[in-house]
């Protein structure tokens, strides 16, 4: 009866995808089109102002402060045109926005309550050493193994060099913030000073840190700790129940979110960025199949039953470019699937931090992107330095709007690459994201059966 319901679901996200597309299309062509096309010509007025800029030496003069202004004023159209189309698309995005926010009112917490349960009931402390050394080997490899992919498909196929996009001056500030991150941020980013602070701001990395500790105070404390882990236990099953129920407007939410992705990019962006989107997804799909290719080997053919399992969570989080729509619903599959419930407790929620395949592959995929665009040689040693400080600043970026972006800023600002380049993917970076996302899901999904086969032979 279970299986017969998400099927049906899943049939419904996927009727919901097409619905959206079409719904998508014909916005874009009618009812935004004034705007779309408004915003498209003060994009090349800004860019034509900004060559313009480029080429006066007297930043003092008289013609460069006018210049300056100007780019101003079009700043100032290009926005109040932005907040035009997004008011007349404010029913569609509301309805996404409004579920991604009640998949968020649930994450912390089933967080905190499946990861401090696992922990718990695994109790042995060289168990939890075991299954946690496990869990960060695989994770550290995937990651490097995503990297590594990345930056040798970007240059094999030169995507920068051969689409000979007119790229943003150098002197243009970062459409994004610029975020680099040392070893020092990254542990006191680990460590929360509030719990209560890093659940109300869904910082996942930090809610994972205390349950870990939690956990295992839990399981030290002996018969007195049973009380607690029941209790915990009680409330986890309670969200999951909340999150069946929140599922069912899935379908809705797709629609919602396909439909705004596609009224303001319109299909016509498939064609300008074609190359570099699909070599991406070619990487995305080389990588999941590597991955899946060695999970094969440790489960043998139950991999097909896998992906049976995980279809729906996956394709939730590609509609939706949130892998936190996703994570509920693959617990509950992941056990159907036959993972030990302590295992999923305990390697799902430390994945959302740790093991972002698809993510990291976009990094490393977007850094050299751009640096192709600017005509900059990196040598293979720059290159693995750039995956080195991509596989530290990507921990803990679950929870960031658009954290790979803003990742990938500040690692240009690191080797030197012009920020302003990031305006070449802001256009395309929700259809880059939801390949990326439901990468994360596989790649997740995939590690959580490979170190439960290592616990149970």
Same mark, same amino acid.
């Given at each position: 009866m279970?299986?017969?319901?998400?099927n049906?679901?899943?049939?419904?996200?996927?009727?919901?995808?097409?619905?959206?597309?079409c719904?998508?299309v014909?916005?874009?062509t009618?009812y935004?089109?004034?705007?779309?096309?408004?915003?498209?010509?003060?994009?090349?007025?800004?860019?034509?102002?900004?060559?313009? !800029?480029?080429?006066?030496?007297?930043?003092t003069?008289a013609?460069?402060?006018?210049?300056?202004k100007?780019?101003?004023?079009?700043?100032?159209?290009?926005?109040?045109?932005?907040?035009?189309?997004?008011k007349?698309?404010?029913?569609?995005?509301?309805?996404?926005d409004?579920?991604?926010?009640?998949?968020?009112?649930?994450?912390?917490?089933?967080?905190?309550?499946?990861?401090?349960v696992?922990?718990?009931?695994?109790?042995?402390?060289?168990?939890?050493?075991?299954?946690?050394?496990?869990?960060?080997?695989?994770?550290?490899?995937g990651?490097?193994?995503?990297?590594?992919?990345?930056?040798?498909?970007?240059?094999?196929?030169?995507?920068?060099?051969?689409?000979?996009l007119?790229?943003?001056?150098?002197?243009?500030?970062?459409?994004?913030?610029?975020?680099?991150?040392?070893?020092?941020?990254?542990l006191?980013?680990?460590?929360?000073?509030?719990?209560f602070d890093a659940?109300?701001?869904?910082?996942?990395?930090q809610?994972?840190v205390?349950?870990?500790?939690?956990?295992?105070?839990?399981?030290?404390?002996?018969?007195?700790?049973i009380?607690?882990t029941?209790?915990?236990?009680?409330?986890?099953?309670?969200?999951l129940?909340?999150? !069946?129920?929140?599922?069912?407007?899935?379908?809705?939410?797709?629609?919602?979110?396909i439909?705004?992705?596609?009224?303001?990019?319109?299909?016509g962006?498939?064609?300008?960025?074609?190359?570099?989107?699909?070599e991406?997804y070619?990487?995305?799909?080389?990588?999941?199949?590597?991955?899946?290719?060695?999970?094969?080997?440790?489960?043998?053919?139950?991999?097909?039953?896998?992906?049976?399992?995980?279809?729906?969570?996956?394709?939730l989080?590609?509609?939706?470019?949130?892998?936190?729509?996703?994570?509920p619903?693959?617990?509950?599959?992941?056990?159907?699937?036959?993972?030990?419930?302590?295992?999923?407790?305990?390697?799902?929620?430390?994945?959302?931090?740790?093991?972002?395949?698809?993510?990291?592959?976009?990094?490393?995929f977007?850094?050299?992107?751009?640096?192709?665009?600017y005509? !900059?040689?990196?040598?293979?040693?720059?290159?693995?330095?750039?995956l !080195?400080?991509?596989?530290?600043?990507s921990?803990?970026?679950?929870?960031?709007?658009?954290?790979?972006?803003?990742?990938?800023?500040?690692t240009?600002?690191?080797?030197?690459?012009?920020?302003?380049?990031?305006a070449?993917?802001?256009?395309?970076d929700?259809?880059?994201?939801?390949?990326?996302?439901?990468?994360?899901?596989?790649?997740?999904?995939i590690a959580?059966?490979?170190?439960?086969?290592?616990?149970?032979?």
């Amino acid at each position: 009866m279970e299986n017969k319901k998400t099927n049906h679901l899943t049939l419904y996200i996927v009727l919901a995808l097409v619905l959206g597309v079409c719904v998508g299309v014909i916005l874009n062509t009618r009812y935004v089109q004034h705007e779309n096309l408004v915003i498209a010509s003060l994009e090349r007025q800004l860019q034509d102002t900004r060559l313009q !800029m480029h080429g006066i030496a007297d930043t003092t003069g008289a013609v460069y402060k006018t210049l300056h202004k100007h780019i101003s004023d079009l700043d100032c159209l290009k926005d109040n045109a932005s907040a035009d189309r997004d008011k007349k698309l404010e029913p569609f995005s509301l309805i996404a926005d409004l579920f991604l926010r009640l998949i968020k009112m649930i994450i912390a917490p089933i967080v905190f309550t499946t990861l401090a349960v696992g922990v718990a009931k695994i109790g042995d402390s060289k168990a939890i050493g075991r299954i946690g050394a496990r869990t960060l080997v695989w994770f550290s490899c995937g990651s490097f193994l995503s990297l590594l992919l990345g930056m040798g498909l970007v240059n094999f196929f030169q995507p920068g060099s051969a689409m000979h996009l007119p790229v943003p001056d150098v002197t243009s500030s970062s459409p994004l913030p610029v975020v680099s991150m040392t070893a020092r941020d990254f542990l006191y980013h680990m460590f929360p000073t509030s719990i209560f602070d890093a659940m109300a701001r869904n910082e996942i990395l930090q809610v994972v840190v205390f349950a870990l500790f939690f956990g295992f105070a839990t399981a030290s404390i002996g018969k007195r700790g049973i009380a607690v882990t029941r209790a915990l236990d009680a409330i986890s099953h309670v969200i999951l129940k909340m999150t !069946m129920i929140i599922m069912r407007f899935a379908p809705i939410a797709v629609f919602g979110a396909i439909t705004v992705v596609i009224a303001k990019q319109g299909i016509g962006i498939l064609q300008t960025y074609s190359l570099f989107i699909g070599e991406f997804y070619l990487g995305l799909f080389l990588l999941l199949g590597i991955l899946l290719l060695v999970c094969y080997f440790i489960i043998g053919r139950r991999v097909r039953s896998l992906l049976s399992h995980i279809r729906q969570p996956t394709l939730l989080a590609f509609s939706t470019n949130s892998s936190e729509a996703a994570f509920p619903s693959l617990i509950l599959q992941l056990e159907r699937f036959g993972c030990h419930e302590r295992i999923v407790s305990f390697v799902l929620p430390l994945g959302y931090s740790f093991n972002l395949a698809g993510s990291m592959m976009y990094m490393a995929f977007a850094s050299l992107f751009l640096a192709q665009c600017y005509g !900059m040689h990196l040598d293979m040693g720059t290159q693995f330095s750039m995956l !080195m400080v991509l596989l530290l600043t990507s921990k803990g970026i679950a929870g960031v709007p658009r954290a790979s972006l803003v990742i990938v800023a500040g690692t240009l600002a690191t080797f030197k690459i012009p920020e302003a380049g990031l305006a070449l993917l802001l256009g395309i970076d929700p259809i880059m994201d939801m390949g990326r996302t439901a990468a994360n899901v596989v790649g997740n999904s995939i590690a959580t059966v490979v170190v439960n086969k290592w616990e149970k032979p």
